[in-house]
């Protein structure tokens, strides 16, 4: 979960040392990136999952209100 925001400790955990001070690592960050997917990926069908369960249950009030 640390991944998928721009926390202080995500940054710091990516940079490195260089001839010029610190800088972003440019290595393949796979296990990072992985975690940030699966998080996105959950967080998207999690908000799919309520936007659904809202629009039902407000389909089902009107249809009883209207009744």
Avoid: C, V, Y
């Avoid at 796979?30 to 809202?54: G, N, V, Y």
Wanted: overall charge positive; cysteine-free.
């Amino acid at each position: 979960m640390r991944h998928t925001h721009s926390t202080g400790a995500a940054l710091i955990e990516r940079l490195e040392i260089n001839d010029e001070g610190f800088g972003f690592n440019p290595e393949a960050q796979r296990p990072q990136a992985d975690s940030a997917l699966q998080e996105a990926h959950r967080s998207f069908l999690k908000s799919l999952t309520f936007s659904r369960s809202a629009s039902t249950s407000k389909a089902t009030t009107r249809f009883t209100t209207s009744a």
